[in-house]
């Protein structure tokens, strides 16, 4: 599978951005999707998860309440709304696929496909 992120750019903080990520290539609801993201300088950190058929998703703490992953295997699509964004939201967000256990979602090593990655600044 391939997949192609887009979605991000400059906002004010207390704004909102929606990512999409299109998979091609393979069978997208066999995958596990999520969201990482990452800024210079730190590693790579889990943003957010959803298993195949959507009924199960993860969060890191901090987004909480104001981030929603979804996808759309109509369209092999994953997304991620975003709201409520402040400063510490600023990085470089990439989609990934893969099949991770149960619990082990947060782990970017289980995953075996990622996109390009797609910029997202939030000023303050």
């Known amino acids: 599978v391939q997949l192609q992120a887009s979605g991000g750019g400059l906002v004010q903080a207390g704004g909102s951005l929606r990512l999409s990520c299109v998979a091609s290539?393979?069978?997208?609801?066999?995958?596990?999707m999520a969201w990482f993201r990452q800024v210079p300088g730190k590693e790579r950190e889990f943003v957010s998860s959803i298993r195949r058929n959507g009924g199960f998703t993860r969060y890191r703490d901090s987004v909480k309440g104001r981030f929603t992953i979804s996808r759309d295997n109509a369209k092999n699509t994953v997304y991620l709304q975003m709201n409520s964004l402040d400063a510490e939201d600023t990085g470089v967000y990439f989609c990934a696929a893969g099949r991770p256990a149960t619990a082990s979602e947060w782990f970017d090593y289980m995953y075996t496909t990622w996109g390009q990655g797609t910029q997202v600044t939030v000023s303050s």
């Open positions: 290539g393979g069978t997208f609801t066999s995958y596990t």
